[in-house]
């Protein structure tokens, strides 16, 4: 059911053009395009209007609906921070709460600032293009309408574009399947089934110990073994919602002054300078307390392979000592990348669901999927009959969603074009030859090596600070140099050569699970404050390397 109210004065008209009304047009729904709907319309009072591809808000959280699935930011953290009132209203039940929980809280956004009235539901953007002669972006919806607005904002998201391995023999598959980021709203019935789990990432982790509570049988295919911390959750105390209630201004300070934009600092401590019994102990503790915060214990986890051993080695025998099958624990702790090089997941109960009677693990580096047969899945030694097939197989991130809205540049280029030999952007927010074009959370940006929300709203506060100092001074256009772009391109690469994430050859951060992606590492590695004060710093100096006219 879609939702769709358009605004009277936006609406396509009976030629199928809209009029130019629009000032800005934003595309996505979930915690990014919902902030900078509201920072446009309501702070600066500009003509605005958001296109979703789904029937209702939410993003991640409206589309991710697999079993298992939660936050693994804590629940005080996830959330916007822009609005203390919003903050105050809003409890949240558990330190990770599950997907409807996340779901209901953007809805209660939505409502709460009555931003539905300007969102069009069950609108897909497919094309995009600038035109120089108006100094305007004129965009084709799915269904066939044309919108146009001065500014446009892609707030579509990291993690939103499926990626469904393209294994032989797919179409054969006598039963059902599914991709657990376009997951039914209906749910999935496991009971008595056959489950085929694909992909041991955050999203399979999450998955497997719940699948394998209703199906009659379970087979996990691993292609990487993954470390997972516990995430120990639990519903949160009155005391500690009361504590978060109070300290709104500390927490938030806290979450602005990190790497990472999560409310705990990294220690400033060396695992290697850290004697091997006290060390222990550290890690002990940040076991038991579980979650994220276990990276946090010393601060050379991530530029020092050593360091990096310690902890890699302490998660192996925390894994050995769970599970009990001495073969699967050996296929499970054949970990071939640092700790947190890729993104570390977060689990309840993972490991132990491979004690379960009805629960198989199948290693593909030993034995390769051939195909997918009417029946299951062959690999290399064995046919697996299967009912279902969860494809958690993760997303092409970062770009994937970006480059799918079919966006064309000043000179009639395509970002598709511009960006062949990977994604090239000033700041995240910006790329040569798109002007007026923002981007949150893009290439470029922190974004996902962050507590997600705190990138974002400092996105969307810089856009909004940016398009009304335009506005003050009479300006209408702004685009970065290409020199500008290649310094950042440059400072990204160098950040992340400082850290052992660009090591690992088969990271998503590096596009290197979509084929045929080029290899070029994403996110930017400096950390969220030092990000921000660069920002800063660039809006300081008149918007240095951007043109504005
Ligand atoms: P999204 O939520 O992805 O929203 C993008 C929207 O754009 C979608 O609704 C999509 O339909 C729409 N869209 C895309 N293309 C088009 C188009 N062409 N036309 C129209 N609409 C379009 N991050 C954290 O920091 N902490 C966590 O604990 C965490 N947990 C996660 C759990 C899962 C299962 C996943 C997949 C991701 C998680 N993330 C987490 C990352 C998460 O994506 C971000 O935290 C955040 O939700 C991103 O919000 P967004 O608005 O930028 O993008
Ligand atoms: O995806 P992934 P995800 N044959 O890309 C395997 C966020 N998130 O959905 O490692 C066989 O990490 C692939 O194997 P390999 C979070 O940022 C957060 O799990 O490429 N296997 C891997 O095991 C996360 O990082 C939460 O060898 C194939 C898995 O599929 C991001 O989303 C929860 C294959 C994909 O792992 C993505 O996570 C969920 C093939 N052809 C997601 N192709 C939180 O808890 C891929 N694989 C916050």
Same mark, same amino acid.
């Given at each position: 059911?879609?939702?769709?109210? =358009?605004?009277?004065?936006?609406?396509?008209?009976?030629? !199928?053009?809209?009029?130019?009304?629009?000032?800005?047009?934003?595309?996505?729904?979930?915690?990014?395009?919902?902030?900078?709907?509201?920072?446009?319309?309501?702070?600066?009072?500009?003509?605005?209007? +958001?296109?979703?591809?789904?029937?209702?808000?939410?993003?991640?959280?409206?589309?991710?609906?697999?079993? !298992?699935?939660?936050?693994?930011?804590?629940?005080?953290? &996830?959330?916007?921070?822009? /609005?203390?009132?919003?903050?105050?209203?809003?409890?949240?039940?558990?330190?990770?709460?599950?997907?409807?929980?996340?779901?209901?809280? +953007?809805?209660?956004?939505?409502?709460?600032?009555?931003?539905?009235?300007?969102?069009?539901?069950?609108?897909?953007?497919?094309? %995009?293009?600038?035109?120089?002669?108006?100094?305007?972006?004129?965009?084709?919806?799915?269904?066939?309408?044309?919108?146009?607005?001065?500014?446009?904002?892609?707030?579509?998201?990291?993690?939103?574009?499926?990626?469904?391995?393209?294994?032989?023999?797919?179409?054969?598959?006598?039963?059902?399947?599914?991709?657990?980021?376009?997951?039914?709203?209906? !749910?999935?019935?496991?009971?008595?089934?056959?489950?085929?789990?694909?992909? $041991?990432?955050?999203?399979?982790?999450?998955?497997?110990?719940?699948?394998?509570?209703?199906?009659?049988?379970?087979?996990?295919?691993?292609?990487?073994?993954?470390?997972?911390?516990?995430?120990?959750?639990?519903?949160?105390?009155?005391?500690?919602?009361?504590?978060?209630? @109070?300290?709104?201004?500390?927490?938030?300070?806290?979450?602005?002054?990190?790497?990472?934009?999560?409310?705990?600092?990294?220690?400033?401590?060396?695992?290697?300078?850290?004697?091997?019994?006290?060390?222990?102990?550290?890690? @002990?503790?940040?076991?038991?307390?579980?979650?994220?915060?276990?990276?946090?214990?010393?601060?050379?986890?991530?530029?020092?392979?050593?360091?990096?051993? $310690?902890?890699?080695?302490?998660?192996?025998?925390?894994?050995?000592?769970?599970?009990?099958?001495?073969?699967?624990?050996?296929?499970?702790?054949?970990?071939?990348?640092?700790?947190?090089?890729?993104?570390? =997941?977060?689990?309840?109960?993972?490991?132990?669901?491979?004690?379960?009677?009805?629960?198989?693990?199948?290693?593909?580096?030993?034995?390769?999927? @051939?195909?997918?047969?009417?029946?299951?899945?062959?690999?290399?030694?064995?046919?697996?009959? +299967?009912?279902?097939?969860?494809?958690? $197989?993760?997303?092409?991130?970062?770009?994937?969603?970006?480059?799918?809205?079919?966006? $064309?540049?000043?000179?009639?280029? /395509? +970002?598709?074009?511009?960006?062949?030999?990977?994604?090239?952007?000033?700041?995240?927010?910006?790329?040569? !030859?798109? =002007?007026?074009?923002?981007?949150?959370?893009?290439?470029?940006?922190?974004?996902?090596?962050?507590?997600?929300?705190?990138?974002?709203?400092?996105?969307?506060?810089?856009?909004? %600070?940016?398009?009304?100092?335009?506005?003050?001074?009479?300006?209408?256009?702004?685009? =970065?140099?290409? @020199?500008?772009?290649?310094?950042?391109?440059?400072?990204?690469?160098?950040? %992340?050569?400082?850290?052992?994430?660009?090591?690992?050859?088969?990271?998503?951060?590096?596009?290197?699970?979509?084929?045929?992606?080029?290899?070029?590492?994403?996110?930017? %590695?400096?950390?969220?404050?030092?990000?921000?004060?660069?920002?800063?710093?660039?809006?300081?100096?008149? &918007?240095?390397?951007?043109?504005?006219?």
């Amino acid at each position: 059911m879609s939702q769709t109210r =358009p605004n009277a004065s936006t609406a396509p008209t009976a030629n !199928g053009r809209a009029d130019d009304a629009l000032d800005a047009l934003i595309i996505g729904a979930g915690f990014s395009g919902l902030y900078q709907l509201y920072s446009l319309r309501d702070r600066l009072g500009l003509s605005v209007e +958001l296109l979703e591809a789904a029937d209702g808000v939410g993003g991640t959280w409206y589309w991710n609906r697999y079993p !298992g699935a939660r936050c693994d930011s804590e629940s005080h953290s &996830y959330c916007y921070s822009f /609005s203390e009132a919003l903050h105050q209203e809003w409890t949240w039940s558990e330190r990770y709460p599950e997907q409807p929980e996340i779901l209901r809280y +953007l809805n209660h956004v939505a409502d709460r600032f009555d931003l539905k009235r300007n969102i069009r539901f069950g609108t897909r953007v497919v094309a %995009a293009r600038y035109d120089a002669a108006d100094n305007r972006w004129h965009v084709t919806t799915e269904r066939g309408e044309h919108l146009s607005a001065r500014f446009l904002i892609t707030a579509v998201g990291c993690l939103s574009s499926a990626n469904v391995p393209d294994i032989p023999g797919r179409d054969d598959f006598a039963g059902k399947w599914y991709h657990t980021g376009t997951w039914p709203r209906e !749910g999935v019935d496991f009971s008595g089934k056959r489950v085929g789990l694909i992909g $041991t990432g955050s999203t399979g982790i999450q998955a497997a110990p719940v699948i394998a509570e209703t199906a009659a049988h379970l087979t996990v295919f691993q292609r990487t073994a993954n470390y997972s911390i516990p995430a120990r959750n639990a519903p949160l105390t009155p005391a500690f919602q009361d504590h978060v209630r @109070e300290h709104f201004a500390e927490i938030r300070a806290l979450m602005h002054a990190t790497a990472n934009g999560h409310p705990f600092a990294v220690a400033d401590r060396s695992a290697l300078a850290t004697e091997p019994a006290e060390r222990e102990a550290i890690y @002990e503790a940040a076991w038991q307390k579980g979650g994220l915060q276990f990276r946090a214990t010393f601060r050379d986890l991530l530029v020092d392979k050593a360091a990096n051993d $310690t902890a890699a080695d302490f998660i192996r025998r925390k894994i050995r000592a769970v599970v009990k099958d001495p073969v699967k624990a050996a296929i499970l702790t054949d970990i071939d990348h640092p700790f947190a090089a890729k993104r570390p =997941p977060i689990d309840s109960f993972y490991f132990e669901t491979f004690n379960r009677d009805n629960v198989d693990l199948v290693d593909l580096r030993a034995a390769p999927i @051939e195909r997918i047969t009417a029946r299951g899945v062959r690999t290399r030694e064995a046919e697996y009959p +299967l009912d279902i097939i969860v494809f958690a $197989t993760g997303f092409d991130a970062m770009t994937g969603a970006l480059l799918g809205i079919g966006l $064309t540049g000043r000179d009639g280029v /395509s +970002l598709r074009e511009h960006w062949s030999a990977g994604p090239r952007t000033y700041l995240g927010l910006q790329t040569d !030859g798109f =002007p007026n074009l923002f981007t949150i959370t893009g290439p470029g940006s922190p974004s996902v090596l962050c507590n997600m929300p705190v990138p974002i709203e400092q996105h969307v506060d810089w856009i909004t %600070a940016c398009i009304a100092q335009m506005r003050a001074r009479g300006q209408s256009r702004i685009e =970065p140099t290409a @020199e500008a772009v290649a310094g950042w391109v440059e400072h990204v690469n160098a950040a %992340a050569n400082a850290t052992l994430l660009p090591q690992v050859g088969h990271s998503w951060y590096l596009g290197a699970n979509v084929p045929g992606k080029p290899r070029v590492f994403m996110p930017y %590695a400096g950390g969220m404050a030092q990000y921000r004060e660069i920002c800063d710093d660039v809006a300081a100096r008149g &918007y240095a390397g951007f043109v504005l006219s």
